[in-house]
């Protein structure tokens, strides 16, 4: 599976919009981007998740390039309940199947008031 | 619907004492299942995952074993327990088949004392 790279940590404003990157550069066809949110001391929650378009849903937006080896998260009001990291992870199907799902070390989102 | 349970929610170990956390989904069949464990302020690492009764992956070898003894049922087990293996633990469950997401627990915390 692809390995991503995403920032340690990043601030956004309350009400404007948070954009979290997420770098995937040894994607393959197969494989999609899916991201998850993990509120502290809880089980993380899914978010939102692409193989080739952009895809937009209640809670957010994924922006993927045209090559795929990025992508960018995109939570268009952020709220203080939105502090929580952000994993950025890649998911291959193989047949019709997934197997391991395999996690980084996020991105830490903090809401500022 | 489905859901998932695990239990307990904390616990705290002597060390040297033995550990059988358990995992149970409800409303699907055939699901992979996943364990994680989450040091303090670190991300989520993959421990083990189930594609099936009695089928199991480790992905990183120590003090720890996992079973699957029933299809919606996963264990995670040590005779041993070290100091090392505080941490918060998490089970997960994912349809086998397509681009779908994955259900998270809400936790163990372990403390080993």
């Known amino acids: 599976d692809a390995k991503t790279t995403q920032p340690p940590s990043m601030d956004c404003a309350e009400g404007r919009a948070a954009n979290l990157p997420c770098n995937h550069s040894?994607?393959?066809?197969?494989?999609?981007v899916y991201w998850y949110r993990q509120i502290h001391s809880q089980g993380p929650q899914y978010i939102i998740h692409?193989?080739?378009n952009n895809e937009t849903n209640e809670m957010a937006s994924l922006i993927i390039t045209e090559d795929r080896k990025s992508s960018t998260l995109i939570l268009p009001h952020a709220t203080l309940r939105d502090t929580a990291v952000y994993y950025c992870?890649?998911?291959?199907?193989?047949?019709?199947?997934?197997?391991?799902?395999?996690f980084g070390s996020g991105t830490q989102l903090t809401v500022l008031p | 619907s489905q859901t998932i349970h695990q239990w307990p929610a904390t616990l705290v170990q002597p060390v040297g004492s033995p550990l059988s956390l358990e995992c149970t989904v409800e409303?699907?069949?055939?699901?992979?299942l996943y364990w994680y464990r989450q040091a303090a302020g670190r991300g989520l690492q993959l421990l083990f995952y189930?594609?099936?009764?009695?089928?199991i992956s480790s992905e990183v070898p120590q003090n720890l074993s996992a079973s699957r003894p029933q299809d919606r049922q996963f264990i995670l087990s040590s005779k041993k327990l070290l100091l090392s293996d505080s941490g918060f633990y998490l089970c997960?469950?994912?349809?086998?088949?397509?681009?779908?997401?994955?259900?998270f627990g809400q936790g163990t915390r372990l403390t080993v004392v």
């Open positions: 997960a469950w994912k349809l086998r088949q397509g681009a779908t997401e994955a259900f």
């Open positions: 040894t994607i393959s066809g197969n494989e999609y």
């Open positions: 692409g193989l080739k």
């Open positions: 992870i890649v998911v291959s199907l193989r047949g019709g199947t997934a197997r391991q799902l395999t």
């Open positions: 409303g699907t069949s055939n699901p992979n």
């Open positions: 189930s594609v099936g009764i009695g089928q």
